[in-house]
Every structure is written in C-alpha cells, then in structure tokens.
C-alpha cells in the first residue's frame, strides 16, 4: 500500500487551481475529506464512490458538474453557461453578510455616541434628565 493511497483529508480550496479533477483521485480509498472549493477547476467531476458521498459545498466556485453537485453535464463533460453564472452567484453570496455587519457599527458607534457621553459627563446626565422629566410633566398636564 502507498502512502498516497492512504490519505484521509485534502484542502485545496482557494488555491487557483485550474484543469480538470484526474480520475486517479478515485483510487484514494480513504479520503474522508476533499475541499476543492473556489479554484478554476472545470469538467465533471470524476465518478468514483468516494467522490459523491462528499458535501457540494466542497465543489462550489468552480465549472464542474455531475454528483454531488445539482449541476448536469454535457455530453463533452462540460458546464452549460446558465449553471457556471449561478455558480459564480452563489460564490459571491458566501462569505460575510455586509449589509448587517454596517447595521450593527452604525447602531453601536451611534448608541455609544450618544450614552457614552452621559457616562462620561455627570452634568450632562442630570441636564438630559432633567429634560426627560420636563418633558414628561409637560405630557402629563396636556392629558
């Protein structure tokens, strides 16, 4: 036995790796963990049972096609189009949410703009609520 045919996990994802995945990658009995995710890797993907019992997630960001992935292949064993554009969408969907990271600065930058201060400064305190109180008695007398 190689030692080649005994590794357990390979991570190349994120590595720019271009081509096709080789059929010989099947003959890796047990290999229990393969991420190729977001290369520029193309063609469908090797079958082998090793090979479809992995996540899709370990095979996005790429223009592959066939099991484990929903995408279907060509006769040629390639991509159709539509499939590489959803692909691509689905890669720019993974990552940090942005939109809530600003919601969550602005709010706290915002809310520590304005307590933080009352912390800070006592007379500032006792000046806002002394205003609260004001503007509480003022609603109180009109009803």
């Known amino acids: 036995m190689s030692l080649s045919k005994s590794l357990e996990s390979i991570d190349f994802s994120g ?7 080789p059929q010989s ?10 991420d190729l995710s977001y290369n520029h890797l193309e063609g ?8 479809q019992s992995f996540e899709a ?13 929903l995408l ?8 159709h189009d539509d499939d590489a554009n959803d692909n691509e969408k689905e890669r720019k969907n993974h990552g940090v949410k942005w939109l809530f990271v600003s ?5 706290i930058v915002g809310f520590w703009g304005f307590v933080g201060p009352l912390f800070i400064f006592k007379s500032w305190m ?4 002394h205003f609260l109180d004001d503007v509480w008695y003022k ?3 009109c009803i």
Do not use: H, W
Not at 15 to 21: A, D, F, R, S, V
Not at 44 to 51: A, M, R, S
Not at 72 to 79: A, S
Not at 126 to 129: F, G, K, R
């Open 126 to 129: 006792y000046a806002y609520y």
């Open 25 to 34: 990658i099947t003959n890796l009995n047990f290999l229990n963990k393969l």
């Open 72 to 79: 279907n292949c060509t006769m040629d064993g390639k991509v």
């Open 57 to 69: 997630s370990d095979f996005v960001g790429n223009k592959l096609c066939g099991p484990p992935l």
């Open 15 to 21: 590595n720019q790796l271009t081509g096709e995945i």
């Open 103 to 107: 919601v969550a600065f602005r709010f």
């Open 139 to 141: 609603l109180q007398s």
């Open 44 to 51: 469908k993907i090797p079958t082998g049972t090793q090979l």
